[in-house]
C-alpha cells in the first residue's frame, strides 16, 4: 500500500507539473492566442470601396510603429467616430459599418492596429494602445477637432480599446459594439477546458475597470444571439458602465453586424444618442 500511495502521488505530482508548464507555454504563445490579424486574410477585402472614398492616412505611434489609417469625411458632420474595428481581417472588410457611420452623417477615422492590414509591428494590448492614441492625437492635432466631437467608437475586441482611450482621454461619447468585461472572462468561456488560465491574463484587456473611469455618455448595442461574444458579458459591461448610458438589444444571430442586421433600429438610437450628446454640448 505504501508504495501505492507513493506511485499514485508522484502520477498526480507529474500531472500538476506537465499542466503548469502546459499553462506556461500558452502564455509564451500568449499574443496568437488574443489577436488574430492574418484570420481568415490580412489583406483581404476591398481597399478602394467607391461608396466610401475613403482618404489612406498614415499615422506614426509613439513608439515608432508606422500605422495606416482611413479617413472619411462628411460636409455635415458634427461627430467624428474614432472607429476601433474588431479581431481578425482589416478595416478593408468593415466598409460597409463605416459607410453606415457615415450616413449618421458623421465623419470616420478608422484604425488599423499595428501588425493589421497595411499596418506595421505586431499587436499587444499595450501597442494597440499606443495606437489610438497616435489616432486620437491625429484628430486633435492634425485636424483641429474639438474632442467633445469625438466618439470612440468599438467592435468586439476593439471595445477594450475604446474604453481604454476614453478612460484616458477627453472624447464626447463612448460606442461598443458586442463588447465584453474581459480577457480573463473571454478565456475562461472560450479555453474552459484549461482551469486556471483566465489567471495569467487577469488585468488584460480590463474593459470593466476602464468603464469605470469613463464620465462620457455611453452606448452599448449586442446582438441576442451573438455567436462570438455572449449577449450576456454586454449586460455586464452595460451594468458596469456609469450613467448616463444606453443599452440597445439587436435581435437576431450577428456578431460586429449589428448594423446591417437591423439597421433602422440600430440608425434610430444612434442618433438620438448624439441628439442627446448634442443638447448637452
Not at 483641429?144 to 477627453?170: E, W, Y
Amino acid at each position: 500500500m505504501p508504495i501505492l500511495r507513493y506511485r499514485v502521488s508522484m502520477f498526480l505530482l507529474w500531472i500538476f507539473v506537465a499542466y503548469v508548464l502546459l499553462l506556461l507555454i500558452v502564455r509564451v504563445f500568449e499574443r496568437r492566442m488574443i489577436f488574430f490579424p492574418d484570420y481568415p486574410g490580412r489583406f483581404e477585402g476591398d481597399w478602394h470601396p467607391q461608396a466610401l472614398a475613403p482618404e489612406d492616412v498614415w499615422l506614426t505611434s509613439a513608439d515608432g510603429t508606422k500605422l495606416h489609417c482611413w479617413w472619411v469625411s462628411e460636409p455635415n458632420a458634427k461627430f467624428t467616430f474614432l472607429a476601433f474595428h474588431g479581431n481578425a481581417s482589416n478595416i478593408a472588410n468593415r466598409a460597409a459599418t463605416y459607410e453606415f457611420l457615415r450616413n449618421t452623417p458623421a465623419n470616420i477615422l478608422a484604425l488599423e492596429y499595428r501588425g493589421y492590414g497595411h499596418s506595421e509591428g505586431k499587436p499587444s494590448e499595450a501597442g494597440i494602445n499606443l495606437d489610438a492614441e497616435a489616432a486620437y492625437q491625429y484628430l486633435v492635432n492634425e485636424r483641429q477637432l474639438d474632442p467633445k466631437s469625438i466618439i470612440s467608437f468599438g467592435q468586439s475586441l476593439g471595445t477594450a480599446v475604446a474604453t481604454h482611450l476614453a478612460a484616458n482621454r477627453v472624447v464626447g461619447g463612448v460606442i461598443l459594439e458586442a463588447p465584453f468585461p474581459s480577457a480573463a472572462r473571454v478565456a475562461s468561456r472560450v479555453y474552459w477546458f484549461l482551469p486556471g488560465l483566465s489567471l495569467l491574463i487577469h488585468g488584460q484587456l480590463d474593459t470593466e475597470s476602464n468603464l469605470r473611469k469613463i464620465a462620457a455618455p455611453i452606448l452599448i448595442v449586442h446582438c441576442v444571439h451573438d455567436p462570438v461574444i455572449p449577449f450576456q458579458f454586454g449586460q455586464q459591461v452595460y451594468t458596469s458602465a456609469h450613467a448616463p448610458k444606453q443599452f440597445v438589444q439587436i435581435n437576431g444571430s450577428c456578431h460586429e453586424e449589428a448594423s446591417l442586421t437591423d439597421p433602422i433600429q440600430y440608425r434610430s438610437a444612434l442618433q438620438s444618442f448624439l441628439g442627446s450628446l448634442t443638447a448637452a454640448r
